[in-house]
């Protein structure tokens, strides 16, 4: 007895001749070939499940607090406005802010918003940094909710929010 079982699914023609090169290219036959990729797939996807059951799957951690900030948003038309916004947490990778008092078409129009600058104060150090993000994910429930993550060189700002990242208990809000 063996511990294999044959699986038989449908593809469409493209994507089996795609698999069917990639084998060629690697010198192999291609139902050992598409082997390899499914179970690589089930085993990444395993990993990434055992991952979730861990936690908090993120690089960087998060640090929850809650500091006034001010945003200027770039809308889709290229306008750029400026809001007052709270910062609910941060990392080195990224920031989750929110806007408390918003429009219901001011909200409409910042669904489609493509980054944002914040600009704070670190509480501590009073030192005030800028960074630019690309906007990542957006949230209308209780006002808007922007999560971006950072694009550009922000080394500067983000070694000043080191204080930030090594004594997060300061900062909890």
Do not use: W
């Amino acid at each position: 007895m063996t511990d294999k079982i044959r699986v038989c699914f449908d593809m469409e023609n493209d994507d089996f001749l795609a698999l069917q090169g990639m084998a060629e290219v690697e010198d192999v036959d291609y139902t050992r070939y598409i082997q390899a990729v499914v179970s690589r797939h089930v085993r990444l996807h395993a990993d990434e499940k055992e991952q979730l059951k861990k936690g908090d799957r993120r690089i960087h951690p998060r640090v929850e607090l809650s500091i006034p900030a001010v945003s200027c948003v770039k809308f889709s038309d290229m306008e750029m406005r400026s809001y007052p916004v709270v910062v609910e947490d941060i990392s080195k990778g990224g920031i989750r802010i929110s806007f408390k008092s918003v429009t219901q078409e001011l909200a409409q129009k910042m669904e489609d918003s493509s980054h944002f600058e914040i600009v704070f104060t670190v509480p501590r150090l009073s030192q005030t940094v800028s960074l630019y993000c690309k906007r990542l994910r957006y949230n209308m429930d209780q006002g808007v909710t922007m999560v971006g993550v950072y694009e550009g060189d922000n080394s500067a700002p983000l070694s000043l929010m080191n204080d930030i990242f090594e004594h997060p208990q300061a900062y909890l809000s």
